[in-house]
């Protein structure tokens, strides 16, 4: 049963875990270690079904492992999902002996944080095994970084339909004013941008306006706002059947996951004329941080190398014109093409 499932045949290794101590239940799945050592969050969700969970761990760890070679990391795909509630089950012990299944997995699995585990669990974690990034001791916050690649992504996108990188008078609008967002918004500006920002916190949208020079936008009128480029930096699923029509821009490219609510969408976009830079690519910066942490460096070369994903984005630009295809499909043919010239993670790392 479990070999023929078609669900997770393209992943290298998928992994129960239990303790009934603390009634920690965890699946860990490997989805490729060509490139080395796979690297993902641990999500911690009160699913419906194990079916469910396994669903979501199969998805996020195969997408990892596109996102880091693109980001050309020497890293594969995991990901892993903590089941139960956080508000019921999350205990200093449970991390404490989730730390010890991923430290069983020597090195295969790095974990990180992710929806409902953070910096604070990771540093329990990291008692227990040294292959944890994220912790208080890291680099810090990856945000302004993720944005840094961000905005040299939309710089490569306008040279690609502009001509020009410099954003001097180009209307950029960002949706979502988080920690990404601000970042992007600050680089924009002083690019000389003209920048409209729009969250559903109207505080928060209030307070940067007092600070900044931008306009600002009611979230719901955000998607049919004429402007160059549209940056989505909330929430995922915003390009979709309903948006799409709305758009009135040049440029789709956000730091947001799953800016598009289903694949197909980039081909849709392309029929509008409309660039949509992959997310997986433009916000894959923030895993340069965290690999950073894992691998050695510095926060400075974490920024260097969120520059250059401007130069890879317009590669894959090029590279679908040159096939007539989305850039999506480019950049999976860049990922795919990487991992392809790898080789497999031999023996388990010691
Ligand atoms: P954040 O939580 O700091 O900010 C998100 C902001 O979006 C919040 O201010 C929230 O109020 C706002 N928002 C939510 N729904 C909205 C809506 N419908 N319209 C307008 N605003 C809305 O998160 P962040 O760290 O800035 O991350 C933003 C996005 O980028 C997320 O999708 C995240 O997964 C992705 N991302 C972040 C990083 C990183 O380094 N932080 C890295 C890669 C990807």
Same mark, same amino acid.
């Given at each position: 049963?479990?070999?023929?499932?078609?669900?997770?045949?393209?992943?290298?290794?998928?992994?129960?875990?239990?303790?009934?101590?603390?009634?920690?239940?965890?699946?860990?799945?490997?989805?490729?270690?060509?490139?080395?050592?796979?690297?993902?969050?641990?999500?911690?969700?009160?699913?419906?079904?194990?079916?469910?969970?396994?669903?979501?761990?199969?998805?996020?760890?195969?997408?990892?492992?596109?996102?880091?070679?693109?980001?050309?990391?020497?890293? =594969?795909?995991?990901?892993?999902?903590?089941? =139960?509630?956080?508000?019921?089950?999350?205990?200093?012990?449970?991390?404490?002996?989730? =730390?010890?299944?991923?430290?069983?997995?020597?090195?295969?699995?790095?974990?990180?944080?992710?929806? @409902?585990?953070?910096?604070?669990?990771?540093?329990?974690?990291?008692?227990?095994?040294?292959?944890?990034?994220?912790?208080?001791?890291?680099?810090?916050?990856?945000?302004?970084?993720?944005?840094?690649?961000?905005?040299?992504?939309?710089?490569?996108?306008?040279?690609?339909?502009?001509?020009?990188?410099?954003?001097?008078?180009?209307?950029?609008?960002?949706?979502?004013?988080?920690?990404?967002?601000?970042?992007?918004?600050?680089?924009?500006?002083? !690019?000389?941008?003209?920048?409209?920002?729009?969250?559903?916190?109207?505080?928060?949208?209030?307070?940067?306006?007092?600070?900044?020079?931008?306009?600002?936008?009611?979230?719901?009128?955000?998607?049919?706002?004429?402007?160059?480029?549209?940056?989505?930096?909330?929430?995922?699923?915003?390009? @979709?059947?309903?948006?799409?029509?709305?758009?009135?821009?040049?440029?789709?490219?956000?730091?947001? @996951?799953?800016?598009?609510?289903?694949?197909?969408?980039?081909?849709?976009?392309?029929?509008? !004329?409309?660039?949509?830079?992959?997310?997986?690519?433009? @916000? =894959?910066?923030?895993?340069?941080?965290?690999?950073?942490?894992?691998?050695?460096?510095?926060?400075?070369?974490?920024?260097?190398?969120?520059?250059?994903?401007?130069?890879?984005?317009?590669?894959?630009?090029?590279?679908?014109?040159?096939?007539?295809?989305?850039?999506?499909? +480019?950049?999976?043919?860049? +990922?795919?093409?990487?991992?392809?010239?790898?080789?497999?993670?031999?023996?388990?790392?010691?």
């Amino acid at each position: 049963m479990v070999f023929d499932s078609t669900a997770h045949s393209d992943h290298e290794q998928v992994s129960y875990f239990t303790d009934p101590e603390t009634g920690l239940q965890a699946i860990v799945a490997i989805h490729d270690t060509t490139l080395g050592p796979s690297l993902g969050g641990t999500r911690m969700l009160d699913y419906a079904s194990e079916d469910a969970a396994l669903e979501d761990v199969l998805r996020l760890s195969h997408a990892m492992t596109y996102k880091a070679a693109a980001a050309d990391l020497p890293l =594969g795909g995991g990901k892993a999902v903590i089941l =139960g509630d956080p508000d019921d089950l999350s205990s200093e012990a449970l991390f404490e002996a989730y =730390g010890r299944a991923v430290d069983c997995l020597a090195g295969r699995y790095i974990t990180s944080v992710d929806v @409902n585990s953070g910096v604070e669990d990771m540093d329990v974690v990291a008692r227990e095994t040294d292959h944890v990034v994220g912790t208080s001791d890291g680099l810090g916050d990856p945000s302004p970084i993720t944005a840094h690649g961000v905005f040299h992504g939309i710089r490569a996108c306008a040279e690609s339909v502009y001509g020009t990188r410099s954003m001097d008078g180009r209307d950029v609008v960002i949706q979502g004013l988080g920690k990404v967002g601000r970042s992007l918004a600050e680089e924009l500006l002083a !690019d000389g941008a003209s920048v409209t920002v729009t969250d559903v916190d109207t505080e928060a949208v209030d307070a940067f306006a007092e600070e900044y020079d931008v306009e600002t936008i009611d979230p719901e009128a955000v998607y049919s706002q004429s402007c160059d480029v549209f940056a989505p930096c909330a929430v995922g699923g915003v390009v @979709n059947d309903e948006t799409i029509p709305q758009l009135d821009c040049d440029i789709v490219a956000g730091g947001a @996951n799953n800016i598009l609510a289903e694949r197909r969408h980039a081909a849709v976009l392309r029929e509008q !004329d409309i660039l949509y830079a992959p997310d997986y690519v433009i @916000n =894959g910066a923030g895993l340069i941080t965290v690999a950073k942490e894992y691998l050695g460096g510095t926060r400075e070369e974490a920024y260097e190398e969120a520059a250059a994903l401007g130069d890879r984005l317009l590669e894959m630009i090029e590279l679908a014109d040159e096939r007539d295809t989305t850039v999506l499909d +480019a950049a999976d043919a860049y +990922a795919e093409n990487r991992i392809e010239g790898g080789e497999r993670m031999p023996t388990i790392p010691t």
